[in-house]
């Protein structure tokens, strides 16, 4: 029998990306979702769940008996980053771990974020050096959760990792974000106002993140694990290239809005545990990478543009 492995906010961006690496994997998959339907995919047993209902999470974990817990979800309302609801996420997730090893679960990967970090300086952001971040809400909160994860890892029986995803682009991103923002804006004819895009950052397609993560889910390596790709690249330079590849360069508008003074100059990852330790390298080139992107929203736009002359 393959493992079972629980995958919370499994219809989320990178949620999609981890259950289609799961199933090719040969994991036995059950994604939660709170939202919408998903899309039916083979070997990916979809359950409805709430998981800031204890009850409902208990219930979920009672019957399916997960042996591998992959935990992705986390607060992602308006405001996401500043939400104070990002706090409301830490108690719901220690109830997790805790029924998750109630259960017999044995292997848990939990996802961070490089916000966890403090950004400003330009040195690569360490796993066991860098300080953690105090502010926004959203990496407060998470801090705060790797705080307690590996103290409670150990005290459950639990082998645990946590994964701190740097900056993701790829099919199924947030419509607002930059790359989709860029690509929507350049499909429809529209000029892509953007700043002046000197700032540099560590990009992974989203598909080389749930690799990573899926090859630390099957290893035994343990604590913190940057996921990137160790070099940032311009912002300037992925705007650039998404409008050459559209043919729709000259929509394309540097300087257009004001940088944010608050707003790093670089943020990269130190990747040596990645690399050295776990054994990952990307394998997506931007280039690549960026063309599915533009297709896969293509594919959409063209698909909205018939509906709506209909």
Known sequence: MPDTVLVTGASGFLGQAMVAALVADGHRVVGTFRNGDPTAIDGVSWRRCDLASRAEVSAL???????????????????????????????????LLMDFAGNGGQRVVMCGSCREY??????????????????????????????????????LGLSGAWARPFFL???AEPAHRLVPDVILSLLDGREAACS???QRRDYLHV?????????LMNSDLQGAVNIGAGEAIALKDIVLEIGRQIGREDLIRLGARPDRPDDP???????????????????IPLEAGLRQTI???????????????S
């Open 196 to 198: 002046s895009g000197t």
């Open 61 to 95: 974990l009672a019957e399916e008996r997960p042996t591998h817990l992959v935990a992705l979800a986390w607060h992602m309302g308006p405001g996401n980053q500043q939400a104070v609801e990002n706090y409301r996420w830490i108690g719901p997730s220690i109830d």
């Open 169 to 171: 682009y790829g099919p």
């Open 207 to 215: 598909g080389d993140v749930a690799s990573a993560v899926l090859t």
């Open 265 to 283: 100059p670089v943020i990269i990852a130190d990747t040596r545990r990645l690399s050295d330790e776990l054994g990952w390298k990307p394998e």
């Open 295 to 309: 297709d896969w929203w293509r594919a959409r736009h063209d698909t909205a543009r018939k509906e709506k002359a």
């Open 118 to 155: 403090v950004w400003g300086d330009d040195a690569p952001l360490c796993e066991e050096s860098s300080p953690l971040a105090e502010a926004p809400p959203y990496g407060h909160a998470k801090a705060a959760l790797w705080q307690v994860f590996g103290p409670l890892c150990q005290e």
